[in-house]
């Protein structure tokens, strides 16, 4: 469903808008979870080197619940805050990934790479927080209360 919702440069990652609204609405456990399955689901339909979705998912899960415990809360400012630098440190991983194998396909300078993270991660930061007010809706819907992550 990804590459139907890809508009020129800006390529939305539902997975990991999923990873922090479950992260920060459930806790570690179940983030780490959907940013395992996810991840490595993700990694195996794509060219990406094998592991680099799955870790940097997992790291972008870890970095959510230190930033949920070091607030005291989760909400809404942090999905989205969490969502866009998520997305940041994701293309760092998939970057890292693709430089160790022979280095074709990143952008050769910095403003290049910059224009093709920016937009991503301010995209990926708002589905974040949709998802988020989704997640906490559902969970108070059905009578579970939200994790303190």
Same mark, same amino acid.
Request: proline share 7%; glycine share 14%; charged share 10%.
């Given at each position: 469903?990804?590459? &139907?919702? $890809?508009? +020129?440069?800006? #390529?939305? %990652? !539902?997975? @990991? =808008?999923? /990873? ?45 619940? &230190?930033? $949920?415990? +070091?607030?005291? #809360?989760? %909400? !809404?400012? @942090? =999905?989205? /805050? ?68």
């Amino acid at each position: 469903m990804a590459p &139907l919702l $890809a508009t +020129g440069d800006l #390529r939305p %990652n !539902l997975i @990991l =808008a999923a /990873v922090v609204a479950v992260t920060l609405a459930f806790g570690l456990g179940p983030g780490a979870t959907w940013a395992f399955v996810g991840g490595l689901t993700a990694n195996l339909l794509t060219t990406d080197p094998l592991g680099t979705i799955p870790l940097g998912l997992l790291a972008v899960a870890g970095l959510t619940t &230190l930033a $949920a415990r +070091g607030l005291g #809360r989760a %909400n !809404l400012p @942090l =999905a989205l /805050v969490a969502g866009a630098l998520g997305s940041l440190v994701l293309d760092v991983a998939s970057f890292a990934g693709v430089l160790l194998q022979g280095g074709a396909g990143v952008p050769p300078d910095l403003r290049g790479i910059v224009l093709a993270v920016l937009p991503t991660a301010i995209l990926n930061g708002a589905l974040a927080g949709g998802l988020f007010i989704l997640a906490r809706a559902v969970s108070s819907r059905f009578g579970r209360e939200p994790s303190l992550v």
